[in-house]
């Protein structure tokens, strides 16, 4: 028997979501495949940088609720702001934006199934079969978007553990004219979570604020949320609390196996120096749906030779930057001290997809910068 789909999408978060609205309008025959129903909630800033709307077809209008224009980065009582006429930064509410995705994907023609669960997978024929609450699908090809923790990696073999950070995040009902200086801008404060930073997104009608941290496995998030909330005057409001993981190192398992193509968490593809995770899902759906629409043949190594050119030494270079950022509070204020202005207006040059991080570390000019630096103790909005 035939596949009845040429690609069944297991995951309808950016990273699905992308490659089904890119698959659907090349012409393929695709189904998006969601275990929950949506709109559905989701643990996460909600912080769209400029670079993410690269990786989507143009003409898709998303639920941005406030643009940031003016990024801070703050370390104590330094701080360092970067304006840009475009936006740095959108903000959005996950639920909104992952189900104006999905939607966008059912509109050119995915078949979108939410609330029907993946739960196993099998070969049959030329055709990878999907078990699936709601009965079988067969398609030729599987991408699987499912997250960071991915089932459906585990049950088509890959074993390796994928490395991830946690962060927690608050949903803060504030009153917008309370915010201050908070109200317009994204910020970023590193004083405030030891090898990790913790933030302040405004939103149409509250701040999410939420922590991380760069060291697998740390506990105590919430106490450091806590204290930051308590710091900012926001210990008095309603929030809704929640923690989750981000993989910020690719798998070391490869991207494709027997007709199964992983995307975005389920890849490992989070940036390690911010930790913002879906301009990279948004990519590598791109990526993964590109392989399959160019017909090569082997769509699969197409994938991985995409990866390899395109994301994966970007990783590399973020991941040795991060190490320098996060692994000592007094190296980090050294830094910020030092060079905390050069830092902000890079890290806005590679959110905004205007250079990369190969870009930053080959120039030259960028190292003379940073050690003719004069240590500063605060700085200008440019
Ligand atoms: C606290 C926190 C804050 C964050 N803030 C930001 C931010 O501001 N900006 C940013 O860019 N990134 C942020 N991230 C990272 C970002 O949330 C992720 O990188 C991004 O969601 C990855 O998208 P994805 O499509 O790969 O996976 P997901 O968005 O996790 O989507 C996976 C989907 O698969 C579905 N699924 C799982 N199993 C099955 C199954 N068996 N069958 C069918 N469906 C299944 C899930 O229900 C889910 O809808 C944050 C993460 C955390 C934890």
Not at 52 to 69: D, T
Not at 176 to 190: C, K, M, S
């Amino acid at each position: 028997m035939s596949a009845a789909f040429d690609v069944a999408i297991v995951g309808a978060g950016p990273a699905g979501s992308s490659a089904a609205l890119h698959l659907a309008r090349g012409g393929a025959r695709v189904v998006l495949i969601e275990k929950q129903r949506l709109p559905r909630p989701k643990v996460c800033g909600g912080g769209l940088v400029a670079r993410a709307r690269k990786h989507l077809p143009a003409g898709i209008e998303l639920p941005i609720e406030r643009v940031c224009r003016t990024v801070e980065i703050r370390h104590g009582d330094l701080r360092f702001a970067v304006t840009e006429s475009e936006p740095v930064v959108e903000l959005a509410m996950r639920a909104d934006l992952d189900a104006r995705l999905a939607e966008a994907a059912a509109r050119a023609s995915a078949d979108l199934r939410d609330g029907c669960e993946v739960t196993g997978i099998d070969r049959r024929d030329d055709a990878v079969v999907l078990a699936t609450s709601r009965g079988e699908v067969r398609a030729r090809h599987v991408i699987a978007a499912d997250g960071v923790h991915s089932p459906l990696a585990r049950l088509a073999g890959w074993n390796d553990a994928l490395q991830a950070i946690p962060a927690i995040e608050a949903e803060v009902h504030v009153a917008p004219d309370t915010l201050g200086d908070r109200a317009e801008n994204a910020v970023f404060d590193f004083g405030d979570a030891p090898s990790g930073y913790a933030w302040t997104f405004p939103k149409r009608a509250h701040l999410s604020a939420g922590v991380l941290s760069t060291e697998r496995g740390r506990g105590g998030l919430r106490a450091e949320l806590d204290r930051y909330l308590a710091r900012l005057g926001l210990d008095h409001h309603a929030c809704d609390a929640r923690g989750w993981l981000i993989p910020t190192r690719p798998r070391a398992g490869g991207f494709t196996r027997g007709g199964v193509m992983l995307v975005g968490d389920a890849a490992g593809l989070a940036d390690p120096v911010t930790a913002e995770g879906i301009s990279l899902a948004l990519w590598s759906g791109r990526l993964a749906a590109e392989s399959m629409l160019a017909n090569t043949g082997d769509a699969s190594r197409a994938y991985e030779r995409a990866l390899a050119r395109e994301i994966l030494p970007e990783l590399r270079v973020a991941r040795a930057l991060a190490h320098v950022l996060y692994r000592r509070p007094r190296i980090t204020r050294a830094l910020f001290e030092r060079a905390g202005q050069p830092l902000a207006r890079a890290m806005a040059e590679v959110v905004a997809g205007r250079t990369s991080y190969r870009a930053l570390v080959r120039s030259p000019s960028n190292w003379l910068r940073l050690a003719l630096a004069q240590p500063s103790r605060a700085a200008a909005a440019t």
